[in-house]
C-alpha cells in the first residue's frame, strides 16, 4: 500500500513540477529584456610593429600608392574578436542592423 501511495505522489509531483514549467515559461519570456550585445574589438597589448599597408593601383598613366599604419594590437584584436551581434527578445532587423554595421567601425 505505502509503495502505491510514494508511486502516487511521484506522478502528482511530476505533473505538478511539468505544469509549472509550462506555465512559466511564458513568464521568463516576458522578462527578457529587448537587448543587443554588439561585437567590438578589444586592441591585444605588447604585439610587435608590422609593416605598413600599401596599395598600389593605376592612375592616369602611371600607378600610384598609398601607405596606411596598421596597429598590430587592433589587427590582433580584430583577429579574435566576436563577429556577431547576440540578440535577447524580439527586435525588428531595422533597428538592430545600423548598431551592428556601427560596431566593426568604432
Not at 512559466?24 to 574589438?41: K, R
Not at 583577429?79 to 527586435?91: P, V
Amino acid at each position: 500500500m505505502a509503495e502505491r501511495h510514494d508511486r502516487a505522489l511521484a506522478v502528482i509531483a511530476g505533473a505538478m513540477l511539468a505544469l509549472m514549467a509550462a506555465g512559466t515559461a511564458g513568464c521568463v519570456a516576458g522578462l527578457v529584456n529587448n537587448e543587443v550585445i554588439y561585437p567590438g574589438i578589444t586592441p591585444v597589448s605588447g604585439m610587435p610593429p608590422i609593416a605598413d599597408a600599401v596599395f598600389v593601383f593605376p592612375f592616369q598613366d602611371g600607378t600610384a600608392s598609398i601607405a596606411a599604419p596598421v596597429d598590430s594590437g587592433v589587427l590582433a584584436g580584430a583577429r579574435q574578436a566576436e563577429k556577431s551581434a547576440h540578440m535577447y527578445g524580439e527586435i525588428p532587423e531595422e533597428e538592430w542592423l545600423p548598431g551592428y554595421y556601427l560596431s566593426s567601425i568604432s
